[in-house]
């Protein structure tokens, strides 16, 4: 799950981390006013969206007066914000953040991750910060720095000041940089983050240190521990079919292909993928419905799929395990009747009690003409292949 740059610096705000004094607005007059209420000669409007490359986009604007504020604030809510992570459609920009600039001396880019390979969190800090790290990380793998996390004690203070002197910092400032990163490891791990990100941290010319960027999202996972963070999400800029599949606790991902996928299974589902492409196709979306898919799951699943002008065509695959085949042969059929099934559809069920489930498959096809069954998935991929055109 992600949330905002204005909810980020919130939380880290009150968890100690120094941030500039800011305002989130949703109209340009609101803009103009938070402006006059910030009190500083220079400030920023920075468009609040799931995406980066804001600046280089027009979505990030330094203003110096009111009238500029409100102007940049009309330019934002009323244009999609196009950058190479948005695709050319955009995104639609709805809330704004209104905040004092500052006076920069040096940037540096500071982090909390999960190292899977190591399998802890480790902090990645480097003193480039306020550009792509991932291009630094490529061009210059010595201008990172990382240090892991101890699986249980977390980060001790040893640990951060050793970062802060490996950044650069020395005095009172080391312990300030230190005390920092100690802070941003305790919102990692309170709220179970995947990542906690200050790019840029900054260091200003009367020797502040300040946080004047930040990005944190978390462990869908761990969410049921922690309301008060759910109650953060925004779907504004989600697909509308990926929030439905989620109510429905469905895994699913929008693709741009022709041929929607039902699988029971993460690995299945993408080894499902990989076949239609083997044989000329496009998936049109990833869809997991879980190794107990119920009848009323795959009822939703279908009218998901179907709801996707895109969709020409859908392939079921099954592994029958803990639900077996012919329930969830039995599923399908009520799918097919309820929701009805308008472009073709290839079902191929393997596993528990399969042998049932291709007979009411096959007796349920005179009142189905879409349907098709198939005997394994390279033919299964074949024939929604041809069928989806």
Do not use: W
Not at 102 to 118: G, T
Not at 356 to 374: C, F
Request: with cysteine.
């Amino acid at each position: 799950m992600k949330i905002h740059e204005y909810q980020a610096r919130d939380l880290l705000s009150k968890a100690g981390v120094p941030v500039p004094p800011a305002r989130v607005v949703d109209t340009a007059a609101a803009a103009r006013q938070a402006f006059i209420d910030n009190g500083s000669a220079l400030q920023v409007v920075k468009a609040q969206v799931f995406a980066g490359g804001r600046g280089k986009a027009g979505f990030v604007k330094l203003v110096k007066s009111a009238d500029e504020a409100q102007a940049a604030a009309e330019f934002m809510l009323a244009n999609r914000m196009v950058s190479v992570q948005t695709g050319p459609e955009g995104i639609a920009v709805r809330k704004l953040l209104v905040a004092a600039a500052v006076d920069i001396a040096k940037e540096y880019y500071v982090a909390l991750v999960l190292d899977r390979a190591a399998g802890v969190p480790s902090i990645i800090a480097s003193a480039e910060g306020g550009v792509e790290i991932e291009k630094v990380a490529h061009e210059r793998p010595e201008a990172i720095i990382k240090e892991p996390l101890h699986a249980l004690l977390g980060l001790q203070p040893f640990q951060a000041r050793k970062v802060a002197a490996r950044l650069g910092f020395t005095g009172k400032q080391a312990g300030t940089v230190a005390k920092l990163l100690l802070n941003l490891a305790k919102v990692f791990l309170e709220y179970d983050c995947s990542i906690a990100e200050i790019n840029p941290l900054v260091l200003t010319k009367d020797g502040q240190i300040l946080a004047i960027d930040a990005k944190i999202n978390f462990d869908d996972s761990a969410l049921f521990r922690h309301p008060d963070i759910v109650a953060l999400k925004d779907d504004a800029e989600a697909d509308p079919l990926e929030v439905r599949a989620a109510k429905a606790e469905l895994n699913y991902i929008k693709l741009d292909g022709s041929i929607g996928c039902l699988v029971n299974g993460a690995g299945l589902a993408m080894s499902t993928m990989d076949v239609i492409k083997l044989y000329g196709g496009s998936p049109a979306n990833f869809l997991d419905v879980g190794g107990g898919v119920k009848s009323e799951n795959a009822i939703e699943a279908f009218r998901i799929l179907l709801s996707d002008p895109k969709v020409k065509g859908v392939l079921v695959n099954i592994f029958g395990g803990i639900a077996k085949c012919d329930l969830i042969a039995e599923a399908l059929i009520t799918a097919g009747k309820e929701v009805g099934f308008s472009v073709p559809v290839v079902v191929r069920l393997e596993g528990t009690n399969v042998d049932k489930a291709r007979v009411l498959l096959g007796a349920a096809m005179k009142d189905l003409p879409t349907l098709q069954t198939a005997v394994d998935l390279n033919d299964a991929a074949k024939k929604i292949v041809a069928a989806a055109g």
